[in-house]
């Protein structure tokens, strides 16, 4: 009778060498969020594996470093195609290479971004990230560059059936565009209320509710909150005005 004690040690160690990757993985989104951007690229660098490749992608992501940033999502990407948040990371990198560049080349790099969102919200439905880029996307973006805030309310609406909180952000954020200043603080505030701190672009985008219409810096209670929450957690992403508290 054959033994099964191979194949047990077999499975553990690649329990055992699954469960040591993930503590890896969660040890460089540390050095991310901490901003240890040097050591996250030198631990990354090595690693083929389209986690890794999407991590170092997000550390090029995070010093501006667009070219990389892309090289190696695109490459996380191919190696993964259907994985949700990969494509979302590619599409905020060609997002913020289009921002950087010539008109001409920025109008390519939009599209791109565009089409790496729509892929993301149709991989994931349920990725509240993903439906919150493509919204932004296309409350910013032209009709001749496929935007639309009638796409963006679409986004809304689909988006509410997972957080009701981001539902209102991209509701905010349309009207904001169409100048709907009283709205743009009713929806946020709704959003706060509603716990979108738990989304790291809803947080940072609710500190836009001071009142806009005026340019004023003042802030009320609820703003106050969302800047100490965001300061606490995430202060690399907070506006540089907030880095002193509002008086």
């Known amino acids: 009778m054959k033994s099964f004690q191979p194949?047990?040690?077999v499975a553990l160690l690649v329990l055992f060498?699954?469960?040591l990757l993930s503590a890896a993985d969660a040890t460089v989104e540390q050095m991310l969020a901490s901003g240890s951007i040097d050591d996250a690229i030198k631990t990354l660098s090595s690693r083929t594996d389209p986690a890794s490749l999407n991590l170092l992608s997000r550390a090029y992501y995070e010093i501006d470093q667009w070219d990389n940033a892309i090289k190696f999502g695109e490459r996380a990407?191919?190696?993964s195609p259907d994985n949700s948040m990969f494509h979302l990371w590619l599409g905020r990198e060609y997002g913020e290479k289009a921002a950087a560049v010539?008109?001409?080349?920025a109008a390519s790099l939009a599209r791109k971004a565009k089409s790496e969102f729509e892929l993301a919200v149709q991989l994931d439905p349920a990725n509240v990230q993903a439906h919150a880029d493509l919204a932004e996307y296309y409350?910013?973006?032209?009709?001749?560059?496929g935007g639309g805030t009638d796409k963006a309310r679409d986004q809304a609406a689909q988006v509410a059936k997972y957080d009701e909180a981001t539902s209102h952000w991209i509701l905010a954020i349309i009207a904001e565009k169409n100048k709907r200043y009283p709205a743009v603080t009713e929806s946020r505030h709704f959003s706060l209320d509603r716990g979108a701190a738990t989304t790291l672009r809803v947080w940072t985008s609710i500190?836009?509710?001071?009142?806009v219409a005026v340019g004023a810096r003042s802030a009320d209670a609820q703003t106050i909150t969302a800047w100490l929450t965001c300061f606490q957690f995430v202060p690399m992403h907070c506006p540089a005005w907030s880095r002193s508290a509002p008086a």
């Open 77 to 79: 990407v191919s190696a």
């Open 139 to 145: 409350t910013d973006a032209p009709s001749i560059m």
């Open 102 to 105: 010539n008109p001409l080349s």
């Open 7 to 9: 194949k047990i040690m």
């Open 207 to 211: 500190l836009s509710c001071i009142p």
């Open 17 to 19: 060498g699954g469960l």
